[in-house]
């Protein structure tokens, strides 16, 4: 069998030399994916670029398909389904067993079938969301999660997500990226126990705390080491009002020892919702890139949105339906079955409009803040 090895990182020439060692197998790497890049090669391995796999048939060299972590979360999850939507449709997909590459431990007992682990049955979620805080500290118009129509402290019930965290274990084993936000998660005096709740369920996730920065030159010393200890990353989206304190929130984040991302200046944002359907939901759920699967209160949902759009029928009189897409953890019976629940279109797809765009300003709190410009006309 001749396999095209998804990824083009450490983590892909790793499993390339799994597979090399497992050759009784007649197991064949035949090619990597990799950047548009032409002319590249890896161990005499040709590097063909996604898009020009994508737009010519290689189908006859090759028998399937692993995806190595390099694609990780959104974009692992965005390549399985251009495979699956191209002339590669009939081909098999894998995932790497995690332990195997995380881990530096012999893999020569390990079989074939531990390594190449089908896409469909695999034990691993590639993205999930945590708020640590429904509120924020800077309200943002038209703020996707809602929060700026959160007038009180809301946070989660810890013991609550304790338990969630550890039933999804029994059929999650490995999330590659586990994103704690908000909501502004800072204002969350618990943070702490937030991240050693989630590094232990899942000591080889990439665990990110999403900030808006204003508190992050504030956080405790016990905060900071808390994060080192457990490998955590900070990323600070940075809005105009907070600009201007980039060097201060960098220089803390240095000087305390934790790696952390700032984004450039997001200076727009984009509309949520029509008012009425008008985009058929499973060709709003096929064309949406963001796959943002939440956690709250025992349920999983593919968007945030459905998770918090109560906030917005709250404040509004609204009626938005969220009900269909909140999946009981407690009800799911296997990694297949939540992959399958995700992966559906829900109601509220069928108002999803992103196609207005406008300048980032705090909110006022009316409702024409979150729909598309031909709702405000």
Same mark, same amino acid.
């Given at each position: 069998?001749?396999?095209?090895?998804?990824? /083009?990182? &450490?983590?892909?020439?790793?499993?390339?030399?799994?597979?090399?060692?497992?050759?009784? !197998? $007649?197991?064949?790497?035949?090619?990597?994916?990799?950047?548009?890049?032409? %002319?590249?090669?890896?161990? $005499? #391995?040709?590097?063909?670029?996604?898009?020009?796999?994508? +737009?010519?048939?290689?189908?006859?060299?090759?028998? %399937?398909?692993?995806?190595?972590p390099e694609h990780y979360g959104l974009t692992r999850l965005s390549i399985y389904k251009k495979l699956k939507a191209s002339v590669y449709a009939n081909k098999k997909i894998y995932l790497p067993d995690f332990e195997t590459l995380y881990n530096?431990?012999?893999?020569?007992?390990?079989?074939?079938?531990?390594i190449l682990v089908p896409y469909e049955d695999s034990s691993q979620l590639f993205y999930l969301e945590v708020h640590a805080a429904d509120h924020c500290n800077l309200n943002c118009k038209g703020c996707m999660h809602f929060?700026?129509?959160?007038?009180? @402290?809301?946070?989660?019930?810890? +013991?609550?997500?304790?338990? &969630?965290?550890?039933?999804?274990?029994?059929?999650?084993?490995?999330?590659?990226?586990?994103?704690?936000?908000?909501?502004?998660?800072?204002?969350?005096? =618990?943070?702490?126990?937030? #991240?050693?709740?989630?590094r232990e369920a899942y000591p080889y996730a990439n665990i990110n705390i999403v900030t808006n920065g204003l508190l992050v030159?504030?956080?405790?010393?016990?905060?900071? =080491? /808390?994060?080192? +200890?457990?490998?955590? !990353?900070? !990323?600070?989206?940075?809005?105009?009002?907070?600009k201007n304190k980039k060097e201060k929130i960098e220089a803390f984040l240095k000087d305390n020892g934790i790696t952390f991302q700032i984004s450039d200046c997001i200076n727009t944002f984009?509309?949520?919702?029509?008012?009425?359907?008008?985009?058929?939901?499973?060709?709003?759920?096929? !064309?949406?890139?963001?796959?943002?699967?939440?956690?709250?209160?025992?349920?999983?949902?593919c968007c945030p949105q459905v998770i918090y759009t109560h906030y917005y029928n709250e404040c509004f009189g609204t009626t938005y339906p969220v009900e269909d897409g909140m999946i009981d953890i407690y009800k799911?019976?296997?990694a297949r079955e939540l992959h399958q629940s995700l992966d559906k279109p829900v109601s509220l797809?069928?108002?999803?409009d992103?196609? /207005?765009?406008?300048?980032?300003?705090? /909110? @006022?709190?009316?409702?024409?803040?979150?729909?598309?410009?031909? =709702?405000?006309?």
């Amino acid at each position: 069998m001749r396999i095209a090895i998804c990824g /083009t990182d &450490d983590k892909a020439f790793k499993i390339k030399s799994i597979l090399d060692r497992l050759a009784y !197998h $007649n197991i064949v790497v035949g090619m990597f994916i990799g950047p548009d890049a032409v %002319g590249l090669c890896h161990d $005499n #391995i040709p590097i063909i670029p996604e898009n020009e796999l994508l +737009n010519r048939d290689y189908s006859k060299e090759i028998d %399937g398909f692993i995806i190595s972590p390099e694609h990780y979360g959104l974009t692992r999850l965005s390549i399985y389904k251009k495979l699956k939507a191209s002339v590669y449709a009939n081909k098999k997909i894998y995932l790497p067993d995690f332990e195997t590459l995380y881990n530096e431990g012999n893999v020569k007992d390990l079989s074939i079938e531990k390594i190449l682990v089908p896409y469909e049955d695999s034990s691993q979620l590639f993205y999930l969301e945590v708020h640590a805080a429904d509120h924020c500290n800077l309200n943002c118009k038209g703020c996707m999660h809602f929060s700026s129509l959160v007038k009180e @402290k809301v946070f989660p019930d810890f +013991n609550r997500l304790s338990e &969630d965290v550890h039933q999804l274990r029994k059929f999650i084993k490995h999330i590659d990226i586990i994103r704690i936000l908000g909501g502004e998660p800072l204002l969350n005096p =618990e943070l702490d126990r937030y #991240i050693t709740l989630l590094r232990e369920a899942y000591p080889y996730a990439n665990i990110n705390i999403v900030t808006n920065g204003l508190l992050v030159a504030n956080m405790s010393q016990s905060l900071c =080491e /808390t994060i080192r +200890n457990n490998e955590v !990353h900070v !990323h600070v989206s940075l809005y105009p009002p907070v600009k201007n304190k980039k060097e201060k929130i960098e220089a803390f984040l240095k000087d305390n020892g934790i790696t952390f991302q700032i984004s450039d200046c997001i200076n727009t944002f984009t509309s949520t919702y029509q008012s009425k359907p008008f985009v058929d939901k499973t060709y709003a759920k096929e !064309h949406c890139e963001i796959f943002c699967n939440n956690l709250r209160d025992g349920k999983i949902s593919c968007c945030p949105q459905v998770i918090y759009t109560h906030y917005y029928n709250e404040c509004f009189g609204t009626t938005y339906p969220v009900e269909d897409g909140m999946i009981d953890i407690y009800k799911i019976g296997s990694a297949r079955e939540l992959h399958q629940s995700l992966d559906k279109p829900v109601s509220l797809c069928s108002y999803c409009d992103r196609s /207005t765009c406008f300048d980032w300003s705090i /909110t @006022k709190r009316l409702n024409a803040e979150w729909l598309s410009k031909e =709702e405000c006309l």
